[in-house]
């Protein structure tokens, strides 16, 4: 059987590319097209080398270059995320060859051979797109169902909170009914106990929550009057309820991985606890997380 060796480098290439896709898709990155498709020829080279039997491939050689290329294609910022994506790459190849190989059985099993670890054969290109899509559908479509059930270290975060040179860190939870927007530039909005906030805002503020909300105030708060916002929102019991916002310096959450600004965020005081256990003192909406997966903050503040 001839085998040429464009065919063996297109159709790992393919395969690299939608596998390494894929495993953007699960982590959640988008990385550039010219990383992937790097990462991929690179692991098409190699297939085509061991298939011309160059030199004898070894599991630490595999090893090296898988790591290499997941690298490549995005940019590992540490050991424990480059580790993480390789495991992701690890059982997406592995999800990807089952699904290939179950395919190329029923169309062609006679026509396929291995040679140095390589699985080569004349079967139609279209084999190897199909095999791909059906993968990469089974395997975003199980990771969406398993992020769907959160754990219960998932649901919180830590967020750093300043204001005035001044900083407090805050633990929040994951809320995913808390959609408060600031009307006006449509901010999402932290919610925050306002006892949390004590190290960074004086008595004055805190104490007259009420006061200010109504403008009906005579303590002298002009070192904050361009950062507060009126919040309007609704929830069981308070139709029309208003809460007095904050426009912080700078606001960081901290995820296991890293820490990042959010830009474009108020904080909501709020004039009461949020639970009885004090696990949390505050409130984070799932569509700043969401912005997070999207790439949408401005810069890591981890070194």
């Known amino acids: 059987m001839t085998v040429y060796i464009d065919v063996i480098l297109a159709e790992n290439i393919i395969m690299n590319y939608i596998m390494l896709y894929a495993t953007g898709i699960i982590y959640k990155l988008k990385p550039k097209m010219w990383r992937l498709l790097t990462s991929s020829s ?21 090893i090296l270059l898988s790591i290499a290329m997941v690298y490549i294609a995005f940019n590992s910022k540490s050991i424990k995320i480059l580790a993480k994506q390789l495991l992701i790459f690890y059982l997406t190849s592995f999800v990807f060859g089952g699904v290939a ?17 390589i699985y080569i054969g004349m079967y139609p290109l279209k084999i190897v797109f199909l095999g791909g899509i059906v993968g990469f559908i089974i395997l ?13 270290k998932e649901l919180f975060c830590k967020v750093l909170i300043k204001i005035e040179q001044k900083q407090a860190e805050v633990s929040a939870m994951v809320d995913t009914g808390n959609l408060l927007k600031e009307p006006i530039t449509g901010a999402s909005v932290v919610v925050v106990e306002k006892h949390s906030l004590k190290d960074i805002l004086p008595d004055s503020v805190l104490d007259n929550l009420e006061l200010i909300l109504t403008g009906n105030y005579d303590i002298d708060i002009k070192e904050y009057e361009h950062k507060l916002r009126v919040i309007p929102f609704s929830s069981l019991g308070k139709q029309n309820g208003m809460l007095l916002g904050i426009k912080p310096d700078e606001i960081i959450l901290e995820t296991e991985e890293e820490k990042i600004i959010v830009p474009n965020s108020i904080i909501g005081i709020y004039n009461g606890s949020l639970t009885k256990n004090g696990l949390y003192t505050a409130l984070i909406g799932l569509d700043i997380l969401e912005r997070r997966d999207k790439n949408e903050f401005i810069k890591s503040a981890k070194k």
């Open 101 to 117: 190989f179950a395919l190329l059985y029923f169309v062609k099993p006679q026509d396929i051979l291995m040679k140095n670890g």
């Open 42 to 62: 690179i692991g098409a080279m190699y297939s085509a080398i061991s298939y011309l039997n160059i030199w004898n491939s070894s599991l630490i050689i595999k």
């Open 140 to 152: 975003t479509s199980v990771f969406k169902i398993v992020k769907g059930k959160l754990t219960r």
